[in-house]
DNA sequence: TTAAGTGCAAAAATTTTGCATTCTT
DNA sequence: AAGAATGCAAAATTTTTGCACTTAA
């Protein structure tokens, strides 16, 4: 089966590039459909499957009910805020994770890890302090 | 709300326990079926979640679809199979990940983390070493 | 007694699939 | 042309919710 290159893959691929960041499947559907009004959902999940199994893009199982696709395929770990959900690249050395593993693997042949890490955003810290002030003036 | 230790919630917790992995809802509510006939998947989800809100038990959102529960509540880590995709404990120095992860938090206040590893079990693999020599001597 | 918990059925949320039609190559 | 990809609607999967009834404390 040989792949074809459509407006929707496209301006899927460009989209998701475009945004710098993890979308959603509907997410990305709400942004593509501005440019083509007529597609449709399931042709989103479409493309994100073959283009993840490709490598093209990756995909992601972070907390939260939704997957979430990532244009940038280079192995980096990630940091949701369990506020909002938002979910941001982290940088750390990986190589130094991986010795760490190498330890209690019980048979298993590894064939990659995922490090995800929890934590409260900038943003939603600022918003909590906000809150907390209004309570204590009131 | 004060809790009360209904039939339906000690045998789910019993159940769980006694299965010693890392359950689906789905799953832990076939086993308790067995028990209680009459029970709801909707009393395994409610339970689960209130369980897994006092901490204890676990709610692990690993690869697939489902998420899986888990009776120890201890901090660590989990392997789970591409193939089969069951769910093992690994065992690792979490101090030493965490060390490595001090670094590139981005203004996020870290509240924890979820290290898993993806890999190929040992059953899979025999499995697929017996596929390989069929193959072979055909 | 009372309010937490349950079963059931219906709904919500996310993802997948069948099929006729439209495109890319 | 051929068959990959699409849109649409329907289905599948997983989880949540409303409500009347049951039960633990």
């Known amino acids: 089966m040989q792949l074809r290159m459509t407006n929707q893959r496209e301006i899927i691929l460009t989209e998701l590039k475009k945004s710098g960041s993890h979308l959603s499947a509907d997410e ?14 399931a042709t989103v999940y479409r493309n994100l499957e073959i283009l993840s199994n490709l ?27 369990i506020v909002c959900h938002r979910v941001d690249n982290i940088e750390l050395n990986r190589e130094q994770v991986s010795t760490v593993a190498a330890e209690g693997r019980q048979g298993y042949t590894v064939t990659g890890y995922r490090l995800e890490f929890a934590g409260i955003c900038p943003e939603c810290q600022k918003k909590m302090n906000k809150e907390m002030n209004k309570e204590t003036n009131e």
């Open 28 to 41: 990305l559907y709400e942004r593509v459909r501005r440019i083509i009004p007529r597609l449709s959902l």
């Open 55 to 81: 490598h093209l893009i990756a995909k992601l199982e972070v907390g939260g009910r939704q997957k979430r696709f990532d244009y940038d395929v280079s192995d980096h770990d990630h940091i949701y805020c």
